[in-house]
């Protein structure tokens, strides 16, 4: 099959050119190799972010790039192209908006954005690579897949998504693997964990160096909305809060047998796990703390716990009249936490509480803000301890 | 499992809710379920878009869904938030952006964009949907997968994604299935047969109707573009051109061969196809019609073939010297355009030299310009033909 590929890439080299070939004697057309580069990280780790603007009068940097300063100003040419360097970052990825007349946008350069919910505002991405490529990187190991899945959701009576991951080697083995439930974030949807967390990236890492078991991770849509292609979605009429009730149906009563039924699960709560970050955190804890039977690991994230997000008294009351039983039934209660995480004192302050009443939890504080580089660590620590 | 689902469900419903409560007595924070609403469409197919922006001073609507007129004004009411209606469109899938200052921004508020590789300005876009279920939704048939693959490009030396779609029962099934590489435009990546276009569903529901034989489609990336993430890609360095010379190479000793040890293909030119759109079209028609050992069929839509993206004559001098070898080696030669596309002479041409030369080609012209609701139904006529 190879032989002729040298004379077709020659030829392709030759021959076909892209608009702003001097051959074509045609205006020139951006293409993706010649069009502005924005965001460009710098050797020193500072980031240079471009915007083509020249009717703009005035332009600003915000987001977490800034790390907790207020906007910077960009800086204009005589061509109209807006440029500002900010950092150095740490290694990670953080997020970034344009700010043009109050009104954040997207950096229109850069394919990297947030995958968001109908309704909230595109967010910039940029990753900064660390010395070494980093436990949330594509290495050179065995890859596992991350599959679409379409399924009929009869709790909500949509159609929906799920994103899977099936670890490396899983279509040329026969065993069966424990499930990981993973929930993403009130402002995302359920491509985040693999999209912003590299969720596929970290498991293919950690099985590959032998620590942690390989699993499947199901990534569900934890808001009540229904699929339109793959990645718009349609909100489910008459949905008003942010914690849908019809989540924990569609998850127990669509996701779950789906996936015991077409995927080689371990179907028992030995090798069920439930996890999450922000909303999806306070969604695991409490589904997986009132369905003991179900999950014996059960781990929030930057848990959206505190009182403007949910009544935790009320929530947790059934699950924390016994605490004996979640120490017997549980293998894994983990809360995380950055410092600088707006939720840090509700996580604090729950896990105090469970403490309180002689439950056995974890509560793993870390530095950080209410941001991915904090939940892929989360993730990459934690994954570690399951089905142990 | 599922006894105890309406008990956590009224739980959630009554102790979690959003940040927009009464109960929490604190600001508002922007949900999913209560954010700015846009785009929406409404009964007569009209469009109604809304952007929030008090400090701009003047917003117009550009793009697809003016359908060849001018940008339009939006109106802004006294409390910052910008209006237009536009349309009425045609059922399918559309593009627009918003422009403030002359800078073309994205709609902040719908998530549905077109996944763009580095470099290019990120657009909107809005479906409207017809009287019934379109031959692009998803409709309540069994539906295939869509695999996210990570793979070591040897050809390229770098980490790269391929998506690949497998269609209903591939897991259940020990059957080997014809296998699609179906190519995007200049302006995406990888999932855009699959964001845009809807392939996943077109295939789903023509199987399901007996019009399409089962098949997978690979959807490789068509820029010389390395892997970051899975949406964020990084330009290889040292490339300048928009038919990279990497790509035949990658598709030909890397992607192929991969295809081919880890799923079941039928490992024959008689069970593959290549296809692709615009750029992926001049990609298609000239690995092609070079490598007839290799794809009997072979599928152009809105192929880029006209003067300023590749000198044809020289792409396509040693195909078309031996015409009666095209017709024999070839079960399919389709090349489309719409007959607003800037491509359509182009095409046509080339379609007509090649019936000069007595070539057996299928011109397919329709109405359209340059846009994804003409490539979703080239897509769907043409799989039907494939394989029989």
Redesign the interface.
């Known amino acids: 099959?190879?032989k002729?590929?040298?004379?077709?890439?020659?030829?392709?080299?030759?021959?076909?050119?892209?608009?702003t070939?001097p051959?074509?004697g045609?205006p020139a057309?951006?293409?993706?190799?010649?069009?502005?580069?924005s965001p460009e990280v710098n050797a020193d780790r500072t980031v240079t972010l471009r915007f083509?603007?020249?009717?703009?009068?005035a332009v600003d940097v915000a987001g977490e790039v800034m790390m907790g300063k207020g906007p910077q100003h960009m800086t204009k040419d005589a061509d109209g192209l807006w440029t500002a360097t900010v950092g150095p970052l740490a290694p990670g990825i953080w997020s970034y908006n344009f700010r043009?007349?109050?009104?954040?946008?997207?950096d229109?350069?850069?394919?990297?954005?947030k995958?968001?919910?109908?309704?909230?505002?595109?967010t910039s991405?940029v990753?900064v690579p660390g010395e070494s490529p980093a436990f949330y990187d594509?290495q050179?190991v065995p890859?596992g897949?991350?599959?679409?899945?379409?399924?009929?959701s009869k709790a909500m009576g949509v159609?929906r998504f799920l994103w899977i991951y099936t670890p490396p080697g899983y279509?040329r083995s026969s065993a069966r693997f424990p499930v990981l439930y993973l929930l993403h974030g009130?402002?995302e949807?359920q491509?985040g964990w693999?999209?912003?967390g590299?969720a596929?990236?970290i498991l293919?890492n950690l099985i590959a160096e032998g620590k942690a078991r390989p699993m499947v991770i199901v990534m569900p849509q934890g808001?009540?909305?229904q699929?339109?292609?793959?990645?718009?979605?349609v909100?489910i009429a008459g949905?008003?809060?942010?914690?849908?009730?019809?989540?924990?149906?569609d998850l127990?009563?669509d996701v779950?047998?789906l996936v015991e039924k077409?995927y080689r699960a371990i179907p028992d709560a030995d090798h069920r796990a439930i996890a999450g970050l922000s909303m999806g955190g306070?969604q695991a804890l409490?589904?997986g703390l009132?369905?003991q039977?179900?999950f014996h690991y059960v781990l929030g994230y930057s848990a959206a716990i505190s009182?403007?997000?949910?009544?935790a008294d009320?929530?947790f009351r059934?699950a924390l009249a016994n605490p004996v039983a979640i120490n017997k039934n549980l293998r894994l209660l983990w809360l995380s936490c950055g410092k600088q995480d707006f939720l840090y004192d509700a996580n604090r302050r729950f896990a105090e509480s469970l403490q309180d009443k002689g439950v056995k939890v974890t509560l793993r504080e870390t530095e950080g803000a209410h941001v991915w580089s904090v939940w892929r660590n989360n993730l990459h620590e934690s994954a570690a301890l399951l089905f142990r």
């Open positions: 099959m190879n002729s590929v040298p004379a077709i890439a020659a030829l392709l080299a030759g021959a076909m050119y892209s608009q070939s051959r074509s045609r057309i951006e293409t993706p190799v010649n069009a502005l580069r083509r603007a020249p009717g703009a009068t043009v007349q109050g009104i954040d946008i997207p229109p350069s850069n394919p990297s954005i995958p968001v919910p109908p309704g909230l505002p595109i991405f990753e594509a050179r890859h897949e991350v599959r679409i899945v379409t399924y009929e159609t279509d009130n402002g949807t491509d693999v999209a912003n590299r596929n990236f293919d808001h009540a909305l699929a339109a292609g793959v990645a718009p979605l909100r949905e008003t809060t942010m914690y849908s009730e019809r989540f924990p149906k127990l009563e779950i047998p077409n306070g409490a589904i009132a369905h039977d179900l009182a403007q997000f949910m009544d009320e929530v059934s």
